[in-house]
């Protein structure tokens, strides 16, 4: 997979995170994960690890490989919110390390049929919406957009509605000759 295309799948599904205002988002690319990719992933980690900014192959179907990106510090921040620590240490995970969690999240995602749902905790979302999620489903949520909301509908409103906006300015920037390095916050 060609650099150019992966940065521009990048902005696209990921802009929020590149601007750091979201911990982690997830997006497919149409490429097997073979050499051609994973070289593109080794260098852009290590054209991006200044800015605090981390590419993971997550799952591979067929053609289609899923990737993560990520800002390791608001994971770990995430992660040891006292809410989202004791659900996944109820689950299984070792809270004690981000690293760890999310490895530990990579094997759960790569050995099940199903997409484990704990994927929230992950991205950046609220805790209580992703444990309500996982225990409520879907049909109680108060708002869908991004994510499942079910405790502050206004601030999720105001959050889906950064990301609509991060989104479309990254796009419009990067149209103009932007490049990713340019457009990625440093954290």
């Known amino acids: 997979m060609a650099a150019c ?34 070289r593109t992933i080794a260098e852009f980690n290590s054209k991006m690890k200044h800015k605090g900014i981390r590419l993971l192959p997550m799952r591979c179907l067929g053609n289609r ?11 770990e921040q995430d992660l040891k919110q006292e809410s989202c620590r004791c659900f996944l240490c109820q689950l299984g995970y ?18 099940s049929r199903d997409f ?17 999620f996982m225990e ?19 601030e999720a409103r105001k959050t889906c509605q950064a990301f609509k906006t991060c989104k479309r300015i990254y796009c419009t920037n990067w149209e103009k ?7 990625t916050v440093a954290m």
């Not at 992966?6 to 990921?14: F, P, T, V, W, Y």
């Not at 809270?95 to 050995?111: H, K, W």
């Open 136 to 154: 409520q489903g879907s049909q109680k949520a108060t708002y869908s957009a991004t994510w499942r909301a079910y405790s502050n509908e206004a």
């Open 177 to 183: 000759g932007k490049s990713i390095e340019q457009l």
């Open 65 to 75: 490989t899923l990737l993560y990106i990520y800002r390791p510090k608001l994971l």
């Open 116 to 132: 484990p749902h704990e994927i929230g905790f992950f991205l950046g979302y609220p805790p209580d919406d992703v444990i309500a």
């Open 94 to 111: 070792p809270v004690e390390r981000s690293t760890a969690c999310l490895r530990e999240y990579i094997s759960r995602l790569t050995s």
């Open 5 to 38: 295309r992966l940065e521009e799948s990048l902005i696209q599904h990921s802009a929020p995170s590149l601007a750091g205002i979201k911990t982690g988002n997830l997006f497919t690319v149409a490429s097997r994960l073979g050499q051609d990719l994973k």
